[in-house]
């Protein structure tokens, strides 16, 4: 069933496990290419000593990037964390896979800014602020002269 996150996976020499610390903040930790079980989804994770987490929801995201910050790939797996014997368990629930072009990646990527965005203002009663869109576009112009 996780066939297709397992060969996605494989591709990344690591990945970072990001659950739920004993307040409730995101605890991140990155994992050597982790034995991923393609029939259920899961792999072990190792935690570091010190470095505490609770069961419950966690992603592993996976990206790839040239020295230029271009050519970009990225995935995710959305699960859950759980404790097995004195083992820490990723459990998949979810598989993102990455997109087929740039195009469709950058328009995911503003229109999840967009959301998320506008959930943070709704859940605490703000309005979305002004913009100076000219101060930015003055930054844009100085920035295209400078490189010539």
Not at 5 to 23: D, I, M, N, S
Not at 72 to 91: A, D, N, P, S, V
């Amino acid at each position: 069933m996780w066939d297709d996150a397992a060969k996605w996976l494989a591709k990344f020499p690591e990945v970072v496990l990001t659950a739920l610390g004993p307040e409730g903040y995101p605890v991140s930790v990155r994992q050597t290419a982790p034995p991923y079980d393609s029939l259920t989804g899961q792999f072990p994770v190792v935690w570091p000593p010190g470095l505490e987490v609770v069961e419950g929801p966690a992603i592993v995201l996976c990206h790839y990037h040239d020295e230029k910050v271009w050519n970009m790939t990225t995935m995710q797996i959305k699960g859950r964390l759980e404790r097995r014997g004195g083992l820490w368990i990723f459990i998949s629930a979810e598989f993102r896979p990455p997109p087929m072009s740039r195009l469709a990646a950058l328009w995911n990527l503003a229109k999840t800014s967009r959301r998320n965005g506008s959930r943070y203002l709704d859940k605490r009663g703000l309005t979305r602020p002004d913009i100076n869109w000219d101060a930015i576009e003055e930054l844009h112009r100085r920035a295209r002269h400078d490189q010539k």
